[in-house]
């Protein structure tokens, strides 16, 4: 059967594959309120919080490659060399992907490009060396929620670097648009680092959406993931993702934000055809937008994208095993 499509599936209603989960109860007014606390007070987390380390200077490095134009992917696997961690997680990760009956087992960096290639090995490396690093100073008892997050993450990192590559030469660079979706939401990690028994109830609550407190979360994560990775010495254009990424569709707004902002709406599209490898989780829910609506067909049309949406969409459903492998604490 062929695959539906985006506007077929919004007609109908079609449902994306949910983990179930028990019902949550709802927070309760001290919660809120030390929540609007929390929320309002990130200027202060960002000079207090400088307990969180720089970025990994191999994260910097790889997005100076360009992938797209990388060639033979040797100088990748030069860089991906000199971190003797990685490159194991990244041989493990190629051996997996190639079957147990494979030939030739990937056992170092230039064969694991060689196998992977270098746009995979480029996002397999700048999804485990983010996380790594994310690692070191969040921690939560909620074992759930961080797996339930990354993959939210990696969703749109998959889905923005596959626009960017439909946009096409010239618009956005694949690597950093992967990037921002990776990173655009690292306000909330560091919320949940602050206070992760609280930051779990207001997510696995549903955000708040439609409430004060939900438009103080979005200031608040906003803001706070943008100056955190400035401290962390992020590019620029990250940082402004991160800043920008709720603020909506206009002429004024920059490419890379709306486009991390509209692959943060096809987590549900992405599981429906990923065949169980990619899921929606009920509790946490997904995502920091509610839904797929918010005008995203305007969106996609004005960025010429409407029609090629479905194949942005397969590509990245027929990722969905390395998206599972690449998230933390898979069940
Ligand atoms: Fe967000
Ligand atoms: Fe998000």
Same mark, same amino acid.
Do not use: T
């Given at each position: 059967m062929d695959t539906p499509t985006l506007a077929a599936q919004q007609v109908t209603g079609m449902a994306a594959p949910r983990t179930a989960a028990p019902a949550t109860p709802p927070l309760s007014r001290d919660e809120r309120q030390a929540l609007s606390r929390l929320f309002r007070q990130w200027p202060q987390m960002v000079s207090t919080e400088?307990?969180?380390? *720089?970025? *990994?200077p191999l994260f910097l490095n790889l997005l100076d490659i360009d992938t797209g134009v990388a060639g033979d992917g040797r100088e990748l696997a030069v860089l991906i060399a000199r971190d003797a961690s990685l490159e194991a997680r990244l041989c493990a990760l190629a051996n997996l992907s190639a079957g147990a009956g494979a030939a030739d087992r990937a056992a170092d960096a230039a064969s694991v490009v060689g196998s992977l290639g270098p746009v995979v090995t480029t996002s397999a490396a700048l999804a485990d060396l983010f996380l790594c690093w994310t690692r070191r100073w969040s921690t939560t008892p909620d074992r759930a929620l961080p797996a339930a997050l990354w993959q939210e993450y990696l969703v749109a990192a998959f889905c923005a670097r596959e626009i960017a590559v439909a946009l096409g030469? %010239?618009?956005?660079?694949p690597d950093i648009a992967f990037a921002g979706g990776l990173v655009h939401d690292l306000g909330t990690l560091v919320l949940c680092a602050a206070e992760p028994g609280l930051m779990s109830r207001f997510i696995r609550t549903g955000?708040?959406? %439609?409430t004060g407190l939900n438009r103080e979360f979005v200031e608040a994560h906003s803001e706070l993931g943008a100056a955190t990775l400035m401290q962390c010495g992020a590019p620029a254009i990250l940082c402004d993702v991160a800043a920008r990424h709720h603020e909506g569709f206009s002429p004024e707004e920059s490419a890379l934000a709306m486009l991390v902002c509209v692959a943060d709406h096809l987590h549900a599209q992405v599981a429906i055809r990923s065949r169980g490898q990619v899921t929606v989780p009920r $509790?946490?829910? !997904? %995502?920091?937008? *509610? $839904? !797929?609506?918010?005008?995203l067909e305007d969106v996609l049309l004005a960025m010429g994208l409407q029609s090629g949406i479905d194949d942005i969409l397969l590509r990245v459903a027929r990722q969905g095993g390395l998206i599972r492998h690449l998230t933390p604490d898979r069940g």
């Open positions: 400088r307990l969180i380390a *720089p970025l *990994p030469e %010239g618009m956005v660079s955000y708040g959406h %439609g $509790d946490p829910p !997904a %995502g920091c937008f *509610p $839904d !797929a609506g918010y005008a």
